[in-house]
């Protein structure tokens, strides 16, 4: 059966401010392809370097050799450090954002299967003070189509000298709402709020392939750089709507990271980058 054409996940929109769209999944996406999202937050008061230097040396090879059988990408981000404005407001996480991609969701589950190390910590070298003393992070996860399910804002983000900002969010409903629900109302309340917001240049939403996630969204906002995003979502007039079901924010509670466009790390080609 051949796929529909591609621009019914997304649009280009070049040169058009302001412009957004939105289009639902297809049928046909339960087979495409997957990228496994981590974040990897710094704990306070741990070394970087110390983080970097067992993640690049150990953990990371050790992945790629159980994985690579499956793996299709597999790169990481050093995150921007966040103001202290970005951590007050949105409780943004610093440290690293590594992404990993498989040709689909069977492929990603195949692989914890058949792993050569069989998918458990244990197998793999502990970080210092080792898994369960772990002093110098923590992690979050989801597993998202590599292409959103709804893409809201798509201009043109051709390269320059300075990186992008992208804002990387996980949040979730409540148990008491339904996932219909939910997206129903951030479709037609709270996306088309972001989507107006000034300096907004990719806004899509990611749902979890798996029903077990921890949070089973995602988004994703581009930004020229961090005084767009502080213009955007700081500033007086940039109030979101609140969900009928909380007085709160919808982001309230949420995990997000900012990262650049381009990774810092290639692991299967165990190449650095220039961010």
């Known amino acids: 059966m051949t796929a529909p054409n591609a621009l ?32 990897i937050e710094l704990l306070p008061g741990a070394d970087q370097l110390e ?50 991609h498989f040709d689909s969701l069977a492929q990603f589950r195949e692989s914890r299967i058949n792993s050569l190390y069989g998918g458990e910590l244990d197998s793999f070298t502990p970080p210092p003070g080792g898994w369960r003393g772990n ?7 989801a ?27 996980f949040f ?21 709020a972001v989507a107006a917001l000034p300096g907004v240049k990719r806004f899509g939403r990611y749902n979890a392939v798996s029903d077990r996630a921890g949070y089973p969204r995602a988004i994703e906002i581009w930004f020229d750089d961090y005084a767009a995003w502080k213009a955007a979502f700081l500033a007086p007039a940039a109030k979101l709507p609140a969900p009928p079901w909380s ?6 509670g949420s995990v997000s990271m900012f990262v650049g466009e381009n990774p810092d790390i290639d692991f299967l080609h165990d190449a650095r980058v220039i961010p």
């Open 8 to 39: 019914t996940r997304r649009t280009l929109l070049s040169g058009m401010a302001g412009a957004s769209v939105a289009f639902a999944t297809p049928a046909w996406a339960a087979a495409e392809a997957i990228k496994h999202y981590i974040l």
């Open 51 to 100: 983080l970097d230097r067992w993640y690049i040396t150990y953990h990371a090879p050790q992945v790629h050799r159980a994985y690579r059988a499956w793996q299709r990408d597999y790169i990481s981000f050093r995150s921007y450090l966040p103001a202290p404005e970005a951590l007050q407001s949105f409780g943004v996480k610093f440290g690293r954002m590594t992404e990993i």
């Open 135 to 141: 002093r110098l992070f923590r992690t979050w996860t």
């Open 143 to 169: 597993t998202i189509p590599v292409n959103p399910d709804m893409l809201y804002v798509s201009l043109a983000t051709p390269p320059k000298e300075t990186p992008y900002l992208r804002w990387i969010v």
């Open 172 to 192: 979730r409903y409540p148990s008491s709402v339904t996932a219909a629900d939910g997206d129903a109302w951030f479709d037609q309340s709270f996306a088309k």
């Open 247 to 252: 007085s709160d924010d919808l982001l309230a």
